[in-house]
C-alpha cells in the first residue's frame, strides 16, 4: 500500500531554516510527481511546492519562491523541502503528497516559526 512519512518539523525562530523529508514506499516513486502542501489553524490546506518525476522542473506558491526548495532522490524514494529565512506565517502542519488514482497523504509534520 501507499504510504508517506515527512520528518524534519519542528520550532525555529524567524529566519531560520528547516529541512523536512518525505518518504515514500507501496509505489514506483521515480514515476509520480509529487508534492508539498501545508495547513495552517483554521485555514484550507494548500500547495506549496510540486516536483515533477525526474526532478527537472518544480513550481512554487509565490508566498514561498525564494526561500523554499523542492528536491528528490528516485533510489532513496524520499523528497525534500528545504526550508530557508522561515516567517511566523510559514508556521503549519507540512504534507506529503502523491496523487496515484487518488490523493494520498502523509501523517504531517508540525512546523512552528516563532520568537
Known amino acids: 500500500q501507499v504510504q508517506l512519512v515527512e520528518s524534519g518539523g519542528g520550532m525555529v525562530q524567524p529566519g531560520g531554516s528547516l529541512r523536512l523529508c518525505c518518504t515514500a514506499s507501496g509505489f514506483i516513486f521515480r514515476t509520480f510527481a509529487m508534492s508539498w502542501y501545508r495547513q495552517a489553524p483554521g485555514k484550507e490546506r494548500e500547495l506549496v511546492a510540486g516536483i515533477d518525476r525526474a526532478g527537472g522542473t518544480t513550481n512554487y506558491v509565490d508566498s514561498v519562491k525564494g526561500r523554499f526548495t523542492i528536491s528528490r532522490d528516485n533510489v532513496q524514494n524520499t523528497m525534500y523541502l528545504q526550508m530557508n529565512n522561515l516567517k511566523p506565517e510559514d508556521t503549519a502542519v507540512y504534507y506529503c503528497?502523491?496523487?496515484?488514482?487518488?490523493?494520498?497523504w502523509g501523517q504531517g509534520t508540525q512546523v512552528t516559526v516563532s520568537s
Open positions: 503528497n502523491v496523487y496515484f488514482f487518488r490523493n494520498y
